[in-house]
């Protein structure tokens, strides 16, 4: 049984925590039209950014009231919702905002303070009105905590310690209610770990193997039964392992040459897309279309770039074989490209602008974010 502890303030964090970071990008959607992408600016504060199906608002960013140790984490379980986590700069506790019903939550001054001595958060949901948060302590422990409806269990902010001894941040995926799984890189063994969550109890941590592997690494999955795991190698090389409601397949290798695992995605069942940032600066690509590798195995197919910033990748909505690239490039622009389901939009190696991120907020009205190279943001009706 996990064990629950009483989380006190946590005076401090790591430097690479508590430094800005122009680089720091995530994004959500809630379903078709709407994209939400949000980041940390230079004075810490969590920058937004939202398409509405007709264009892109505000004109630069919007300004959430924060001051963020950490990249916000963000997530969706329905139309209209949006949850948003970081770790609070001064207090070093997990804050809490959402988006509901047009209005943000519980004010747009304010958060719901969570605890939690915890150096990185993440968090998913797997059904309406559920949100479970992970994060690791600075003793190498994963720490969970859940909004389960009426309340965040364990209440307060107490959160259960998962135990284990990790390298990495976590990281969480469902496959549907009730289920929750988390991977994260050991600390002793540098193999992948693993816990489920599988609607009334915790499982033991299993030693997956694999490795040695750096970074963090990433668990997906397109339906029941179906779990997906990837991590990259100190050769720089994707891992990939699934289980197929059966058993575990053995380790495979997709080439590439990362220093942190790759953003991955299902549109449908059976299909994978892969976005990462290879040792150059550009963002990669390799797809899996229910049969085979594409380009091949451990081929990639070359995207735009240089970036700053890891991947963000996200489908439109299920079923349909449509993608949002995002990124930050190395002149702090945040960047975007889209898969229409038969090419790049605006081209494989061409993006458009949505803004500096090292200068988010307007000091006086501008009327485009075009910059030398690249395109101006098309209408809703040109996306």
């Known amino acids: 049984m996990a064990r629950i502890l009483s989380v006190p303030f946590l005076l401090t964090l790591l430097a690479a925590l508590a430094s800005a970071d122009n680089s720091c990008l995530s994004a959500v959607s809630w379903g078709d039209p709407r994209v939400d992408v949000f980041g940390r600016a230079p004075d810490n504060s969590v920058w937004h950014k939202f398409y509405t199906g007709y264009d892109w608002q505000p004109e630069k960013f919007e300004r959430i009231p924060s001051q963020a140790a950490s990249c916000p984490s963000v997530s969706s379980w329905g139309y209209g919702r949006l949850d948003i986590l970081w770790i609070d700069e001064s207090s070093g506790n997990v804050l809490h905002k959402y988006f509901d019903g047009g209005n943000w939550g519980p004010s747009w001054e304010d958060n719901i303070n969570l605890g939690g001595e915890v150096e990185s958060v993440q968090t998913l949901s797997w059904g309406k009105n559920r949100l479970d948060i992970v994060g690791n302590a600075d003793n190498g422990t994963y720490l969970h905590k859940a909004w389960t409806g009426t309340d965040y269990y364990p209440t307060g902010e107490l959160w259960e310690d ?209 910059s030398k190279g690249q395109k101006s943001l098309p209408s809703a009706t040109e996306l």
């Not at 197929?244 to 397949?249: E, L, P, S, V």
């Open 162 to 370: 998962l135990g284990g001894n990790f390298s990495s941040v976590p990281y969480i995926a469902s496959w549907g209610p009730n289920r929750l799984d988390i991977v994260g890189v050991s600390a002793e063994t540098d193999s992948l770990w693993h816990k489920y969550w599988e609607g009334t109890t915790w499982s033991e941590w299993e030693d997956l193997g694999g490795g040695p592997f750096v970074g963090t690494p990433v668990a997906t999955s397109w339906g029941s039964e179906r779990l997906d795991l990837w991590a990259v190698d100190k050769q720089g090389i994707l891992n990939h392992k699934f289980w197929d409601g059966f058993q575990w397949n053995g380790w495979a290798q997709l080439g590439g040459k990362f220093s942190q695992t790759p953003q991955v995605v299902h549109w449908s069942k059976g299909k994978i897309d892969i976005v990462g940032k290879n040792a150059n600066g550009r963002f990669y690509l390799k797809s899996f279309d229910g049969d085979n590798w594409n380009p091949s195995v451990d081929g990639w197919w070359v995207l735009s770039g240089p970036y700053s910033s890891e991947p963000r990748l996200i489908t439109k909505t299920e079923g349909l074989n449509f993608l949002y690239l995002f990124g930050i490039d190395i002149d702090n622009i945040a960047r975007m490209q889209i898969w229409s389901g038969y090419e790049w939009q605006p081209s494989a190696e061409e993006t458009w602008p949505l803004g500096d991120v090292s200068k988010p907020y307007p000091n006086k009205k501008s009327s485009s974010f075009a």
